[in-house]
């Protein structure tokens, strides 16, 4: 069966360090998205990407960087862990702009930046 | 700007008793889609439905129900005879037309009590 995975599921990091985490979907999706979960925030949207070589910066995009170098991944990337992003943080893909199809979320991962 | 407000930050009842979520939403778009996610306490987002603006039915699904009012901005979600399973934090999402982004309302924890 076709689905998305996220690795690692949890993450204990130290401030400044540079953290990737890793998204990869099987369902050969084009559109690809990262989000942070918090707690009175609900998902906020980090970087998404409509295909390869295509990323864009979402709501909160500062301090993470994404590339698109194939089809099946999209790594998000902490440049400098700080501890404003400790959160869980959720990939996403869906298979296409017309109709709106619904997306598919991986399991999540927990990331504390201490 | 799109916006997302779940004004119920939780939700307790007791099993078998009714229960309205509500979902209000800003947007200046004419067309655009509205979604409904269940997260459950292992984390995973569930997908629950889509609807776009187009098509103010409502809709049932077993226990669970939605009813969309464009006049009123507002897609809320009810469930009938609640369960514990039903306990989760539940979000409702508002997607602009062609980008598949979700726009997040902060969620509302529903915690169903035997």
């Not at chain 2, 947007?27 to 629950?48: A, C, H, I, M």
């Not at chain 2, 226990?63 to 989760?88: C, E, L, P």
Request: proline fraction near 2%; charge should be negative; aromatic fraction near 12%.
């Amino acid at each position: 069966d076709a689905e998305i995975t996220q690795s690692p599921r949890h993450k204990i990091t130290e401030t400044g360090r540079q953290v990737t985490l890793a998204c990869h979907q099987t369902w050969n999706h084009n559109n690809m998205f990262w989000y942070r979960q918090d707690l009175g925030h609900g998902l906020r949207l980090i970087h998404y990407s409509y295909g390869v070589q295509d990323t864009n910066k979402g709501e909160v995009s500062d301090g993470y960087s994404v590339s698109r170098s194939n089809t099946e991944d999209l790594p998000l990337t902490l440049e400098s862990a700080a501890s404003s992003q400790t959160s869980v943080y959720f990939c996403a893909s869906s298979e296409a702009t017309m109709g709106q199809e619904k997306a598919f979320f991986g399991q999540g991962t927990r990331l504390t930046v201490v | 700007a799109q916006k997302v407000t779940q004004a119920q930050t939780e939700i307790s009842v007791v099993e078998k008793e009714d229960v309205t979520l509500d979902c209000v939403y800003e947007t200046r778009d004419t067309t655009y889609y509205l979604f409904w996610y269940k997260q459950p306490p292992s984390g995973e987002l569930v997908f629950l439905i889509r609807r776009n603006s187009f098509d103010e039915q409502n809709e049932i699904s077993g226990r669970y129900s939605w009813n969309f009012q464009k006049s009123t901005s507002s897609f809320n979600f009810t469930i009938t005879a609640s369960q514990v399973v039903d306990s989760a934090v539940y979000f409702c999402a508002l997607s602009e037309l062609n980008t598949d982004k979700l726009i997040f309302g902060t969620g509302t924890r529903l915690q169903v009590f035997p």
